[in-house]
């Protein structure tokens, strides 16, 4: 995750509004404690396109489509018992796209599903049989 966080458009107006104003950029940066290239590449933004909005598209590409993370949630509910690794390792088999297990179990709770394992435990079932073998045997 990166360290920065992304300017709301309330804030970005409010820079645009002091830079038409008239306020220095240094101030600005000052004012809302931000480095000077943020507010030098809004203004420039906000000169050539006149918005102050995103760009689309900004950001890391993701490492899986829609069609690939569908696919890891149908082979995830086929194989309830699958790992995150194991899912990975299933979906560069059947489609040569390497993914680490992070990114498997991101994906998985996007759909709301998780890569865990199972607790280990005794069933239920056992427990009381050996209960009443225990007790039969202190009887007699």
């Given at each position: 995750?990166?360290?920065?966080?992304?300017?709301?458009?309330?804030?970005?107006?409010?820079?645009?509004?002091?830079?038409?104003?008239?306020?220095?950029q240094?101030?600005?940066?000052?004012?809302?404690?931000?480095?000077?290239?943020?507010?030098?590449?809004?203004?420039?933004?906000?000169?050539?396109?006149?918005?102050?909005?995103?760009?689309?598209?900004?950001?890391?590409?993701?490492?899986?489509?829609?069609?690939?993370?569908?696919?890891?949630?149908?082979?995830?509910?086929?194989?309830?018992?699958?790992?995150?690794?194991?899912?990975?390792?299933?979906?560069?088999?059947?489609?040569?796209?390497?993914?680490?297990?992070?990114?498997?179990?991101?994906?998985?709770?996007?759909?709301?599903?998780?890569?865990?394992?199972?607790?280990?435990?005794?069933?239920?079932?056992?427990?009381?049989?050996?209960?009443?073998?225990?007790?039969?045997s202190?009887?007699?």
């Amino acid at each position: 995750m990166s360290n920065h966080q992304h300017l709301d458009d309330g804030m970005r107006w409010r820079i645009v509004g002091r830079l038409e104003a008239g306020q220095s950029q240094v101030q600005i940066c000052r004012e809302f404690n931000l480095t000077p290239s943020v507010v030098c590449n809004l203004w420039k933004q906000f000169q050539d396109t006149g918005s102050i909005e995103r760009k689309p598209g900004q950001g890391r590409p993701r490492a899986t489509t829609a069609t690939e993370d569908r696919y890891l949630s149908i082979i995830a509910r086929r194989n309830r018992g699958a790992t995150a690794s194991q899912l990975s390792r299933d979906l560069y088999a059947s489609t040569g796209i390497r993914v680490s297990r992070v990114t498997v179990s991101k994906r998985l709770r996007e759909t709301g599903l998780f890569a865990r394992r199972p607790a280990v435990c005794v069933p239920l079932k056992i427990l009381t049989n050996s209960l009443e073998i225990l007790i039969r045997s202190l009887i007699n």
